[in-house]
């Protein structure tokens, strides 16, 4: 009988990445999203790019459909702190299959209906997100709503969309892209930590509700990556108040997208990347006074691990992707 429980994981695990339905990216445009955008479209997902800006998904997505996946991806506009247009996309792609956006208008790719019929609405990926650097007191109101409405409220705003639709199949995915700023305090990120401490927190909590109510076959999981060389940060090299994103090894968007995959395949509630920064961070989590008393050390070091990465890229110029500061968002 034991063997067989481990049959039906491996089972489940591979059926996850079996690309069976549709998957949403949000933040899709640029940076990690599109890196796991592309991945699982070449798993045989039906992807729909979602953005801020409409133009920029529906590029991303014809280029990510020239790339020959078995199924063409869509772009849509979608602003995550919208409850309604999140519901829309979500109940549009389930009840249809053909991958128009939430008014019922084409996304412009050019997909045809037959190529996209998939399963309904199979994952979910909170992925937009927003950062402001500095000391809070600094920042504006409307910097300090967009971090939250964006960061917090819109990941809120994706996963009742999705469970609305895949509860009642009675399977599906939300995978949530945190920060390991949802585990500890950051100096000069203190908004920006609190939006990823409240996903981490409605993620794990939410997951439990799921449980509790016998639903056994709905997952969603959190991933807390360090840094990440993205277009948020690419405008916050010579940002002091930003240095702590900067503070560990700078990871590629591409590393963060595989690890997706990995949890996409097989679902864990929180994955930290690298795992030792995680562990870190939860033990300095553990020891608030501590972790307030060593802050200046920290921040020192921390500037000068942005300024070598400032003096490094400078010297290798646009070799690892260059500042694009058009789009800040994941």
């Known amino acids: 009988m034991r063997a067989d429980r481990r049959s039906g994981r491996r089972s489940e695990r591979s059926d996850a990445l079996s690309g069976a339905g549709h998957a949403v990216v949000t933040g899709g445009g640029g940076g990690l999203g599109r890196e796991i955008a592309v991945r699982l479209a070449h798993a045989g997902y039906a992807v729909h790019v979602v953005d801020l800006d409409g ?5 991303t997505a014809a280029e990510i459909t020239a790339t020959g996946p078995v199924i063409p991806a869509r772009g849509h506009a979608l602003d995550v702190r919208d409850q309604g247009a999140c519901r829309a996309l979500a109940q549009s792609i389930h009840g249809t299959g053909t991958g128009t956006g939430p008014a019922g208008a084409p996304t412009g790719t050019g997909a045809a209906d037959d190529e996209a019929d998939a399963d309904g609405l199979a994952l979910w990926v ?30 809120m705003h994706g996963t009742v969309a999705a469970l609305e639709v895949m509860r009642p199949a009675g399977r599906g995915q939300v995978v949530n892209i945190a920060s390991l700023a949802g585990l500890v305090s950051v100096p000069g990120e203190a908004v920006y930590a ?5 996903v981490l ?14 639903v056994k076959h709905v997952h969603i999981s959190c991933i807390c990556p ?16 930003a240095s702590m994103s ?8 591409e590393e963060i997208a595989d690890v997706v995959l990995a949890v996409v395949a097989r679902p864990r509630p929180v994955t930290s990347v690298p795992a030792l ?19 200046p050390l920290v921040v020192r070091l921390s500037r000068v691990q942005q300024k070598m990465i400032a003096r490094r890229l400078r010297r290798e110029g646009s070799a690892d992707g260059g500042p694009a500061p058009r789009d800040r968002r994941r």
């Open 55 to 59: 133009e920029l998904a529906s590029a």
């Open 126 to 155: 909170n992925n937009a997100g927003v950062l402001a650097a500095g000391p809070f007191w600094e920042q504006s109101d409307d910097q300090r709503r967009l971090m939250l409405e964006v960061n917090a409220l819109g990941t």
């Open 194 to 198: 609190a939006s990823k401490h409240a």
């Open 201 to 214: 927190g409605f993620s794990t909590s939410a997951l439990t509700d799921l449980r509790l109510a016998g």
């Open 226 to 241: 360090d840094g990440m060389w993205t277009p948020m940060l690419f405008d916050k090299l010579q940002d002091p108040g």
């Open 246 to 253: 900067f503070s560990g090894k700078l990871l590629r968007p």
């Open 277 to 295: 920064r995680g562990v870190q961070a939860r033990v300095f989590d553990l020891m608030p006074g501590l972790t307030v008393r060593l802050a």
